[in-house]
């Protein structure tokens, strides 16, 4: 079974940043059907911090730095009310 790695955590954020960025409008259409449609702009913002977060992190990083830098820079950068959610 492959082991869990900082390195691993920062690939596979990388490509959920890609991921939320290239889904934008659609996640601002599924909130539009419920609430006020700018998700996936919040999102993509927040994925695009993490993406800086992850490249500010030390060579091999743990798993729970990697976690952390990118919790906390989604939190910082979002501000909005699911920010602090997704911090936790």
Not at 3 to 22: F, K, N, P, W, Y
């Amino acid at each position: 079974m492959p082991t869990l790695t900082g390195d691993s955590v920062r690939l596979l954020l990388d490509q959920v940043a890609i991921d939320v960025e290239s889904n934008k409008d659609f996640l601002c259409d599924l909130d539009g059907e419920v609430g006020d449609g700018d998700h996936g702009v919040s999102m993509t913002i927040g994925m695009r911090a993490v993406r800086r977060a992850m490249d500010d992190l030390p060579p091999d990083p743990s798993v729970e730095q990697a976690f952390q830098a990118a919790s906390n820079a989604y939190a910082i950068e979002v501000g909005a009310t699911i920010g602090p959610l997704y911090e936790v």
